[in-house]
Nanobody
Framework: QVQLVESGGGLVQTGDSLRLSCVAS????????VGWFRQAPGKARTFIGG????????TYNDFVKGRFTINAENAKNTVYLQMHSLTSEDTATYYC?????????????????WGQGTQVTVSS
């Protein structure tokens, strides 16, 4: 069974950049995608984007607007979320998740495994 661990969160200032990491351990016997989500207090969990691990296909939510990019480092079983030009609206807990068998989707319920999350706080 796969496990996911996010890291890289922290307290940054408006305009800063931050890179989050999602390390997968264990074995996945299917094609799968890794999605990034975030959840602010009192708000729903929101899809940021994802990457299909067997082809590299990327999917992003429109609000990303080129500020965030996702890439993978296969040798380290790691997927990254690079974020630029952060604002206070980006303050949230960020999660990565695995979706088996297909491309990354916006529907959080289609993901079977989740990491514990990493907190990102952007101060103005």
């Amino acid at each position: 069974q796969v496990q996911l661990v996010e890291s890289g969160g922290g307290l940054v200032q408006t305009g800063d950049s931050l890179r989050l990491s999602c390390v997968a351990s264990g074995r996945i016997q299917h094609t799968y995608s890794v999605g990034w989500f975030r959840q602010a207090p009192g708000k729903a969990r929101t899809f940021i984007g994802g990457i299909h691990r067997s082809g590299g296909r990327l999917t992003y939510n429109d609000f990303v607007k080129g500020r965030f990019t996702i890439n993978a480092e296969n040798a380290k079983n790691t997927v990254y979320l690079q974020m630029h030009s952060l604002t206070s609206e980006d303050t949230a807990t960020y999660y990565c998740a695995v979706r088996l068998g297909g491309f990354a989707l916006r529907d959080a319920s289609s993901y079977s495994t989740w990491g514990q999350g990493t907190q990102v706080t952007v101060s103005s």
